[in-house]
C-alpha cells in the first residue's frame, strides 16, 4: 500500500481542498491501496497558537476563535462539536490562569488535525466512499515530552498494524498526522512538520511501497524560486542527499521525517496537489547523481561578536557563551572562531539578538573589567546561506564568483562530515549572492548580463550580432549573453530577461532617461552579476563612468580608444581600479579592428620579447583611402566618401585625417609595452588643411572637394612606381621609459613593398623584435568596418564570459 499525506496549504479551502479529495478519489478509481494522513486545514495550527497567547494575556480571542470555527467547518456536514467545545473549554482555562502548559498546548493544537480528519472523510463519503477516521492518538504511542515527543516505536508499530489489519480492504483509512498520545494517554505532538513524521512511521510501520506527500510546491528546487528565478526542480535524490538538504534549512522536508524511510528503503515522492500529475521529486535509495546541491537561506539573522585578547587560551569562555544562549532559550546556527582565540562570531535569530546580547554581557561583566573582554557587538542585517552537498575542494568556484560579483562574505564555516558549507552575507546582497552562486553551480548555461552604450555602427553590429548568435553560443559554449540594457547619451531600454529583437524601436520610445546612476540602480534593482559593460561610443566624456562601473561589479569591453589615451594619470588610476576590484577591461579593437594585434604584442611583451619597433598602415579608413587613390582615377573626396559610407571612419571622420585616431593607437601600443607616453608626445602629420580644420562635421564634409587638388599634387609628385601610405611608426629605444619615438606621417613607399602592397581597408602591422630580428611578425587584414569590429568587441565578451566560467 501507499501512504499519502496532505499539508495544510493542500487542504485549505481557496482551491486546494477539493483538489485533495480529487486526487483521493482519482487513486480509489485506479484501485489503488493507500492510506491519507492529513495535517491541519489551512492555518489552523498558527491561528490555534495565536488564539493560545491571546487567551494567556487574557486579551479577547473569541471573535477569532469564532472566525476560526467558521472556517473549518465551512459547509462540511461533519460533527466538529466536540473538538470546538474542547478548544472553547481550554481557551477559557488559559484565560483564567494567564498561562499554559506544553501539554495544554499539544491538545489545543491536536484538534486542528482532528477536525481536518472528520472534514476529509465526510468529504469523502460523499463522494461515496468508504472512508474511516483514523485518530492516531490510538495508534501512535510516545513518551510525555510534550510539544516534540518521540515515538514508542514496539507499540505504535503493534497498534498501527492491528488497526491497518481490520480496518483495510475497501477502506480508505484518513489519519490524523503531528498528533499521538503518552503511554499515559494524555495527547502529544510530534513537533513541527509532524504530520510528515506521522506519514513517514505509518509507511514505515506498514511496509509501504511509497509515501507521496503533496505540498503545494512542483518538488524540491535547487533554490527557493521566489529568490532564484533560474532555480530547477530536483528530479530525484539519494536518501542521504535528501538528509542533508532536511538538516540545512528546507523546510518541505524535515530530517526526522527521513529516517524512518531511510530504515526500509520506502521512497518518498513530493508532489504538488494543484499540479498532481507532474512528477515530483523522488527520493529513494539511489545514488544516481553525485554531488546534488541545493541552496538554503537562513534571511533575518544578526551576527554576534564578543572579541578581547585576554580569551586567547583561557578555557571555558565557549561553555560559558553557550551555556547563557541555551538558559535563554537561543538557539546557534553559524559558529565561528578564529585560531588567535581574540574573538568568537555566533549567528542567532534576529529576534534574538538583542537577549543574545544583553545575556553574554552580564555574563562578561567582570571580564570586561579585568579587559579580558573588549566589546560585544552586533552585526545586523546579514542572512546565511547554506551550500548543501558542497565540498570544499570545489568551493573555490562559487566563492570566486561572489568576488569577481563583488560580495565578500563576512564569515563562511564547513562541516567536517557532512558537505555543507554555510557562508553569512550581507541581507541586502543576499538574493544577488543567492543567484550568483546558483548559476556558479547549477548553471548548466552561464548567464552573462550585458550592458551595452552606444548603438550606432559598431553597436548596432554588434547588438544584432549578439542576438542572432545567442542560441549558438548557448549551445556550443554554455554560455548565455544576456544584453540587460542599450543606452545612448538620452535614453536607454532595460530588460532583466534580455532586449527583444525590436530593441530599436523599443528604444526610440523609452522614457528611461539615460545616465549612469540610473542604469546602475536599474541593474541593482535586479540584483543582476557576471556583469560587462561594453562601449561602442566615441564619446571622451563616457569613459569618466569607467570606474564607477568598475565599482559597481563591471568588467569592461570597449572598442573606444578615449579612456586608453588620456592622460596616464587617469590611464594608471583605471587600472589601480580594475586590480583593486578584480576587474578585467578587454579593447582588443582599439587597434586593428577585430585583428588580434593587442593579444600579440601583450603575450609577447610578457614573455619577456624585446619588442624594438611597431611600424604599419594602422587606420582601416586613410588605408582605403590611400591604396584605392593611389590605385585608381578617383578623387580624392570620392574615395573618402566611400570610406565613411563603409563605415570605416570615425564618428567624426577629421579623426582619421587629422591623424589623431592613428597617433592614439600608436599610443596604447606604447602603453602596452609599459611606456607612459602622453598623446602630447607623438608627432603627428595632420592631412587636413588649416583652413577645414575648425567648424562642423557638416561643414566640414561640404568642402571635403578642397582636399582634392592638395592630394592629387601629392600623387603626382611621387618617384614612380610610389604609392601613398599614412604610416604609423613606434621606434627609439622601447625598453626605457622616454626612449620611444611615436610618428605618424604620410610617406610614399615602393609599390613592391609590404606597405605598398597594401589592399583595401587593410591594416598592416610589422612588430620586430629582438629573436625576430630583421624579419617582424605581420599581422594584416580588414583593419575598420562595422562587422570585423563588432565580432571583435564579441570576441572580447567571450573571453570574459569564458574567464567567469
Ligand atoms: N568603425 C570602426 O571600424 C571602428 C570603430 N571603433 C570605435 O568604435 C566606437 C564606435 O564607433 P562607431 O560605431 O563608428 O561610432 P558611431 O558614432 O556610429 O556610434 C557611437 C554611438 O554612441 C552614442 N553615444 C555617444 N555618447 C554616448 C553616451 N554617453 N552614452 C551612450 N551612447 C553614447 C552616439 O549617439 C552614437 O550612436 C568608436 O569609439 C570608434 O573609435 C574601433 C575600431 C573600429
Ligand atoms: N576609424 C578607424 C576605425 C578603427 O579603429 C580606422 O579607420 O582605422
Redesign the pocket.
Known sequence: MKILKFGGKSLAYDGGFDKAINIILEKVHQQEKFAVVVSAIGNATDELEEILEKAKKNEVYQVQLENFKKYQQRNSAADLNPEFELLEKLFEGVALLGDYSKKIKDNVLAQGEVISGKVVTQALKEKGINANFSDTRQLIKTDAKFGNAQPVDVISRKNVQNHFATNNGTTVNIVTGFIASSTDGETTTLGRNGSNFTASLLANYLDAEELQSFTHVDGIFTANPDLVPDAKKIDQLSFEEANEIATFGATILHAKTIIPLIEKKIPLRILNTFNHTHNGTLINAENSRKGIKSLSVLENVTLVNLEGRGLLGKPGIDARIFRVLAQNNISVSIISQGSSERGIGFIVNAVDAQKAKAAIEAEFELDFYTNDVSSVYLTENVSVISIIGQELATFNKPYDALIRNQIVPILFNNTVTGKNVSLVVERVQLKKALNVIHSEIFGITKKINLVI?????????LINQLLESRENIIQRKGIELNIVAI????Q?IFNAKGVSKQWESELQTSIQK?SIETILSAVKEQHLGNLIAI?????K??VS?YVELIKNGFDLV?????ANTKEYSFYKNLRENLHFYQKNYLYE??????LPLIDTIRLLHHSGENITRIRGVFS??LSYLFNTFSATDKNFSDVLNEAIEK??????PR?DLNGN?VG?KLLILARELDLSNEFSEIKIQNLIPENLREGSVEEFLNRLEELNPIYQNTKNNQNENHVLRYVGDLSGDLSVENGANLEVSLVSVPQESSLGQLKGSDSIFEIYTESYGEHPIVIQGA????A??AR??FGDILRLAEKSK
Open positions: 552604450f552606444g548603438h550606432g555602427t559598431v553597436g548596432k553590429t543606452a545612448n547619451s538620452r536607454f539615460s562601449d561602442t561610443t566615441a564619446s566624456d563616457f563612468n570597449s572598442a573606444n580608444k578615449i579593437t582599439n587597434v586593428g579592428a577585430g582601416g579608413t563605415g570605416f571612419t570615425e564618428p567624426d579623426e585616431d592614439r583593419g575598420a568596418g562595422a570585423v569590429t571583435g568587441v
